[in-house]
């Protein structure tokens, strides 16, 4: 699978994961009967097993009787679910959802859902039972940074390490041998400056090495590298051109850091939070840039559902580009055995249509339109782009273009 073909998969994944805890974010239950299980994939599930009817043993003396069987019907629930698998849950771990959710009117409905392999591993095993499903750690998997390399340094030490979306990883470090301002008796202060000079240039070349040897296998994943440490040293490391030439171009921003000790990568990360925002939306302004360009050409862009769908469907669109916040189903109707479409709110219950030609719509199907134009696009060959809201075109294509848009291959007049 080509690098394009993966980014557009873990995309729709991601968008997938996006809505389903979306709907769980919306579910509550009256009093603390929403079970939630995060589980790595080295956790044996025969040990999951184990802890659920423990659980289930204990929610038996929970006082309230609606409550006590609203937890052990989740519990049973979640461990009939956990037979599906072996040994251990599949790459990444699962996170299990079961509980007795309001449903208006004093009823309650069961609900019990099963994410697999999310966008990032579970780091630890995690049981939580409250008024709603535990979704936080999952959110932070989607509010995914990309990958960025860190160096810190000064004249005594170094650390190098990855931001892999909010995770901060320190790889490798060094110390120097760079000798204090104050010379050793017996040297002329030339000899000493000379020598101190040749040690501090040795550090740096080691330094790096150690980042060239880590970061260029993943120079074309990679979205950026943030420098972090006292003035003036990496200054004189990036302007020395010590680092990779391809390397040196990926240099997103240099910071100010006062520790160059691992908790000093942390420090980097916060320090650069404004670079790294920009960076995460720069392939987004990207896209619409060339959007508003073709735009502005004529008939080389298309925009709005009724136009993007007929360029799709005639295989014009090289790249779909849907805005995050975009949250509408499609219904098609038959108007007498000819296809008719709306976009509706998801809340809608009953959508209704007005055929064009004044006779009666038969609703044939509802889906979301989202996973149905990534099908349409997937089928003729198309790119599929998430736009974010957080930059000033990001907002007009979702408030201006109704979320949808595409760039075309070739002018169309559609």
């Known amino acids: 699978m080509s690098s394009d073909a993966e980014e557009a998969s873990e995309d729709r994944r991601k968008y997938e994961f996006k809505k389903v805890i979306e709907d769980l974010r919306e579910y509550e239950g009256s009093g603390t009967q929403l079970v939630t299980i995060y589980i790595p994939e080295d956790k044996q599930i025969s040990d999951v097993v184990e802890h659920v009817i423990t659980e289930h043993s204990e929610a038996s003396n929970i006082k309230s009787k609606q409550t006590r069987t609203n937890v052990q019907d989740a519990l049973t629930s979640i461990k009939d679910r956990l037979r599906y698998y072996d040994t251990f849950p599949p790459d990444r771990g699962i996170v299990m ?3 007795a959710v309001n449903s208006g009117g004093g009823q309650t409905d069961m609900v019990t859902k099963v994410l697999e392999s999310p966008p990032e591993p579970i780091q630890s095993f995690r049981y939580h039972c409250d008024s709603n499903f535990l ?28 931001l892999k979306g909010k995770r901060v990883e320190p790889v490798k470090s060094a110390s120097s041998l760079v000798p204090g301002k104050q010379r050793k008796g017996g040297q002329s202060a030339q000899r000493f400056a000379r020598l101190r000079l040749e040690a501090i240039d040795n550090f740096y070349q080691e330094v790096a090495g150690m980042a060239n040897d880590l970061f260029v296998p993943k ?13 003036p040293t990496k200054d004189e490391f990036l302007d020395g051109d010590y680092l990779h030439h391809e390397l040196q171009d990926l240099v997103v921003g240099k910071f100010d850091v006062a520790y160059t000790d691992e908790s000093g990568l942390y420090d980097l990360v916060d320090a650069g939070q404004d670079a790294l925002a920009d960076q995460e939306v720069m392939k987004d302004k990207k896209q619409m840039e060339e959007f508003f360009e073709k735009l502005h050409r004529g008939n080389e862009s298309t925009y709005g559902f009724e136009a993007t769908r007929k360029n799709l469907v005639m295989g014009s669109v090289d790249r779909l580009l849907i805005s995050e916040d975009l949250r509408k189903d499609i219904a098609i109707y038959d108007c007498d055995g000819q296809e008719e479409y709306e976009l509706v709110d998801h809340r809608h219950n009953t959508p209704t249509h007005e055929c064009e030609g004044g006779s009666e719509a038969e609703l044939k199907e509802r889906e979301d339109v989202i996973e149905w134009l990534m099908d349409l696009a997937d089928q003729r060959g198309t790119e599929t782009k998430f736009i974010s809201t957080d930059f000033e075109k990001g907002e007009q294509l979702y ?16």
Do not use: C, Q
């Open 97 to 99: 959802f079961s509980g």
């Open 135 to 162: 979704t936080g750690p999952l959110e932070d998997m989607l509010m995914d940074k990309g990958l960025f390399g860190l160096i810190v340094l000064d004249r005594r030490e170094a650390n190098v390490g990855w």
């Open 219 to 231: 120079r074309h994943e990679m979205d950026g590298i943030l420098v972090g440490g006292p003035s």
């Open 399 to 414: 408030d201006a273009f109704g979320g949808i848009a595409g760039i075309l291959r070739y002018s169309t007049g559609v």
